[in-house]
């Protein structure tokens, strides 16, 4: 199939998150990221870049994606037809780094691929399931009060698994608070890379807790210090933020830096990269989840169709809508069903509906780019 790209729009959005996100890098009170509207001969697929308004998870930003996509990605797509979404990896070229841009455009081919073969996404990868088990993130929270009122209204709701983000000073304490009020709550906790080797004391001391698994404790670049940490643990370590590609994941593996890797499409540079590292992880009987960037319900769609690939063994950050945002700009909303699960979405390409009014609404800054 070949896609000749007439246009793309760029929508700067900033959507208010329904509560204050803190991590240990900050806190996000609204979530800005750019959807892309992509023109093929008649259709329209969508897209999400989640790169946010500063420099805390990833170096990307929205602006310097927008530029990247405007300056650089946009104009590479207009060059000739493209024959699928895995051709942008030779179309980018010499092109460094920016994941998160090419993420965003690649996750729109994929949607146009999609409409033009009347399939979903996830038929289009070989997922076999409907459904797929999902958890809930939880911000550090302003006291411990309110971190168990807050545990306790999405153990109300029906999440199963809960990860708990942490920083120096605020770990130990609130983990051992929240597992003493919820003792059956598969627990996980997310430093952000908040920490460096000498505080591996505060892992070892967290080991005994018998959480899930702790993501990303050390820096993104400490690939060598958190297999030094993995070695003094049980408990597995899982990677997000180290891992970019391929190869990250395989050196990895390879040198026991971590034992689960959380797959974020978007932080590999997009769905194709993503299926990659899931399949290497499936072959080496490695765990993988889907991670979350406090998507719209463009990114969510595309971030359950992934997750249902048969390596996703444990639940995802993948949450329902009304977890992130009053108003989404995409109909269906994703539901939190009784069993823990949210249904993946089967119309052809994500599945989804943007809502042109509510995009509008939150839409900071626009721009039309053609061919
Ligand atoms: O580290 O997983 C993370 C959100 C923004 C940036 C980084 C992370 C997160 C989350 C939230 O943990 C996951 C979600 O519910 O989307
Ligand atoms: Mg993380």
């Excluded at 805390?56 to 797509?77: M, N, Q, R």
């Excluded at 069903?337 to 609404?361: F, H, M, R």
């Amino acid at each position: 199939m070949n896609f000749r790209i007439d246009s793309v729009v760029l929508h700067h959005v900033r959507m208010r998150l329904k509560a204050p996100f803190e991590t240990s890098f900050g806190v996000e009170l609204d979530r800005d990221c750019v959807i892309l509207e992509v023109r093929s001969e008649g259709l329209t697929g969508w897209g999400e870049c989640v790169a946010g308004s500063f420099p805390g998870y990833s170096y990307e930003t929205t602006d310097t994606a927008w530029h990247i996509l405007k300056d650089f990605l946009i104009p590479a797509v207009f060059e000739a037809p493209l024959a699928s979404p895995a051709d942008l990896t030779t179309r980018y070229g010499a092109y460094k780094g920016h994941p998160l841009a090419r993420a965003g455009l690649e996750l729109a081919l994929w949607d146009l691929q999609g409409l033009a073969s009347r399939r979903s996404l996830a038929d289009i990868l070989g997922v076999d399931r409907q459904s797929v088990p999902v958890g809930v993130s939880v911000g550090i929270q302003p006291t411990a009060a309110v971190l168990l009122d807050t545990v306790q209204a999405y153990v109300d709701q029906g999440y199963p698994r809960v990860k708990l983000k942490i920083k120096p000073g605020r770990d130990i304490e609130e983990v051992t608070l929240v597992q003493g009020a919820f003792p059956w709550l598969p627990l996980q906790v997310d430093a952000n890379s908040a920490y460096s080797l000498d505080q591996a004391p505060v892992f070892e001391e967290m080991d005994e807790l018998g959480l899930l698994l702790i993501e990303q404790p050390l820096g993104e670049d400490d690939l060598l210090d958190h297999s030094l940490l993995q070695a003094r643990l049980r408990t597995p370590l899982c990677l997000d933020e180290s891992i970019q590609s391929l190869r990250h994941a395989r050196q990895a593996l390879e040198i026991d830096a971590c034992r689960v890797i959380n797959i974020k499409q978007a932080r590999v540079g997009g769905l194709t990269e993503a299926i990659a590292v899931h399949d290497l992880c499936l072959a080496h009987g490695v765990p993988v989840w889907c991670g979350g960037m406090l998507e719209t319900g463009v990114g969510r769609a595309a971030n359950l169709a992934l997750a249902g690939l048969p390596g996703f063994q444990l639940p995802g950050d993948v949450s329902a809508s009304d977890r992130y945002y009053a108003q989404d700009i995409a109909e269906p909303a994703f539901h939190l069903a009784q069993d823990g699960t949210i249904e993946i979405p089967t119309g052809p390409g994500l599945g989804i509906n943007v809502l042109k009014d509510e995009l509008a609404a939150v839409t900071l800054r626009k721009e039309v780019l053609r061919m």
